[in-house]
T-cell receptor, first 113, second 112 residues
Framework: DAGVIQSPRHEVTEMGQEVTLRCKPISGHNSLFWYRQTMMRGLELLIYFNNNVPIDDSGMPEDRFSAKMPNASFSTLKIQPSEPRDSAVYFC???????????FGPGTRLTVL | AQSVSQHNHHVILSEAASLELGCNYSYGGTVNLFWYVQYPGQHLQLLLKYFSGDPLVKGIKGFEAEFIKSKFSFNLRKPSVQWSDTAEYFCAVNAGNYQLIWGAGTKLIIKP
């Protein structure tokens, strides 16, 4: 298995632009998580999907952030409009079930100028 | 609220030294416990996990951890570290729902 796939690996954009991050979870996993990692705040859970349904989005910072999971093999995290404080590494992780270990993707390093 | 505490934010050791990283959690019920490692510039990878059974768990790369229920602890150990163990180590606890409660991480630097 190729593991969790994320794209792009690096994204540099200007303030106000729309950013879309993509994730392909491991086949057969029913749980998908989006995290944000920064030096100041560490690892933060943004949103959790189970069987493609958003279960907990309480970690999404504000309305500028949205996430979708149209099917079991694809999810997106969108930031519109982006701001410099959104600069971080965004990780997607999947799990065979919500209680088990999470498998992380390589992350997207986002820089908003 | 549930929490995970990692006692040391930074640890510096010489090669061949023994390692112990502390992890304590605050939850009285059944837990699943994890240690993850993040090498510089890379994603988090699972080192080891504990669900039930033998409280001494062996993981990859010579790491092990011991679950002590009475102390709410799950400390990570390695008898002899290598330069390649330089990384950040995260303890995480699952208390029966989907959420992993993460520790703040311990940055380990191994001097060659």
């Amino acid at each position: 298995d190729a593991g969790v796939i994320q794209s792009p690996r690096h994204e540099v954009t200007e303030m106000g632009q729309e950013v879309t991050l993509r994730c392909k979870p491991i086949s057969g996993h029913n749980s998908l998580f989006w995290y944000r990692q920064t030096m100041m705040r560490g690892l933060e859970l943004l949103i959790y999907f189970n069987n493609n349904v958003p279960i907990d989005d309480s970690g999404m910072p504000e309305d500028r952030f949205s996430a979708k999971m149209p099917n079991a093999s694809f999810s997106t995290l969108k930031i519109q409009p982006s701001e410099p404080r959104d600069s971080a590494v965004y990780f997607c992780a999947s799990s065979p079930d919500s209680y088990n270990e999470q498998f992380f993707g390589p992350g997207t390093r986002l820089t908003v100028l | 609220a549930q929490s995970v505490s990692q006692h040391n934010h930074h640890v510096i050791l010489s090669e061949a030294a023994s390692l112990e990283l502390g992890c304590n959690y605050s939850y009285g019920g059944t837990v699943n416990l994890f240690w993850y490692v993040q090498y510089p510039g890379q994603h988090l990878q699972l080192l080891l996990k504990y669900f039930s059974g033998d409280p001494l768990v062996k993981g990859i790369k010579g790491f092990e951890a011991e679950f002590i229920k009475s102390k709410f602890s799950f400390n990570l150990r390695k008898p002899s570290v290598q330069w390649s163990d330089t990384a950040e180590y995260f303890c995480a606890v699952n208390a029966g729902n989907y959420q992993l409660i993460w520790g703040a991480g311990t940055k380990l630097i191994i001097k060659p």
